[in-house]
């Protein structure tokens, strides 16, 4: 009898490696929706009492919000259902942890309701709103300020936010029992000005307008002096000076105000006649220059402004 040929043996498929978890997808830009009708400051605290009022009659009966796990899903849940002050309200009501509330907002698809959310945050508790703002992704983090001035209609919480990056604070897991005070400094004011102006020119504007004075020079020092996060001495140069987005700021503000910051910048904490104090000189020349190719007439009130002023 012929001998069966021998059934070869199945050959084991390659052990494919394990895919790596999928990140959330960015904010889309540019999906701005019709702008909400403006509300006084009155209004959004009724608005906050209102949500906190409802949050604490839900809290006394919930059962999942004992895990770190729990607390996310939870939250990421009221986002999908736009709610974005009761999001704001339990997170400044029973979460002392910073980087739970910045994960849901960077995990969210629906960054109206995290761009709502960080503004509320923003008024009822402004130093973890700083935070969380401080720890969210720039782009991500610049798209909820672009969205708070040209959908909400919330310039105001837009500025404070940006203002309280210019420093900010850093928050590590290591540093949630130190005081506030105590925490890493770093700034941030700049470079999300930069990213929101790249989508949306008239909210970038709009949010320098509305920071004090201090916070508008430094911007525009690290702006035209090309300074990192971490500005220090102006004898580190950390990159290449951007007048052009200086200039594009200040011609938000009034001739009066546009001509305050560049002064303040030029004169304030330098010897006059050294070698930092003529390189603020140039600068402040270039804005200038920049800004009469972008508005003439203002350009003109503020070197008239300049000029009076003694330096």
């Known amino acids: ?42 209004e959004r605290r009724a608005e906050l009492v209102e949500a906190t009022n409802r949050v604490r009659e839900e809290l006394k009966t919930a059962t999942d919000t004992k895990s770190v796990e729990q607390r996310k899903a939870r939250l990421l849940a009221r986002l999908d259902r736009n709610q974005a002050l009761e999001v704001a309200v339990e997170v400044a009501l029973i979460d002392k942890d910073p980087q739970l509330v910045t994960d849901v907002l960077q995990r969210t698809s629906n960054v109206v309701a995290a761009a709502e959310t960080l503004a509320a945050l923003h008024r009822s508790d402004e130093n973890r709103a700083a935070e969380v703002l401080m ?3 720039e782009k991500r983090g610049a798209e909820y300020l672009r ?66 004075y201090t916070e508008q020079v430094s911007i525009l020092r690290r702006l035209v002096l090309g300074l990192g996060q971490r500005p220090g001495s102006e004898d580190d140069d950390v990159g290449k000076p951007d007048p ?25 904490g330098v010897k006059k006649g050294s070698e930092k104090w003529q390189r603020r000189q140039d600068a402040v020349a270039e804005v200038r220059r920049v800004l009469s190719t972008l508005d003439t007439a203002l350009a003109s009130e503020v070197e008239l402004l300049l000029a009076r002023k003694r330096q």
């Open 135 to 137: 720890g969210l992704d």
């Open 147 to 212: 969205l708070m001035v040209d959908q909400l209609n919330d310039a105001d919480a837009a500025s404070a936010l940006v203002g309280a990056e210019e420093p900010g604070r850093v928050v590590a897991a290591a540093q949630f029992l130190l005081p506030y005070g105590a925490r890493s400094v770093l700034y941030k004011g700049k470079e999300l000005l930069a990213l929101v102006s790249s989508t949306s020119p008239d909210a970038a504007r709009a949010i320098y307008a509305g920071l004090e």
């Open 1 to 42: 009898e012929p001998v069966p040929e021998p059934v070869p043996e199945p050959v084991p498929e390659p052990v494919k490696a394990p895919e790596p978890p999928v990140e959330s997808a960015p904010p889309t830009l540019n999906t701005t929706g019709p702008k909400a009708a403006p509300k006084t400051r009155g």
């Open 244 to 268: 052009e987005l200086a200039a594009k700021l200040l011609s938000g503000l009034d001739a009066k105000k546009a001509t305050e910051v560049l002064h303040r910048f030029r004169t304030k």
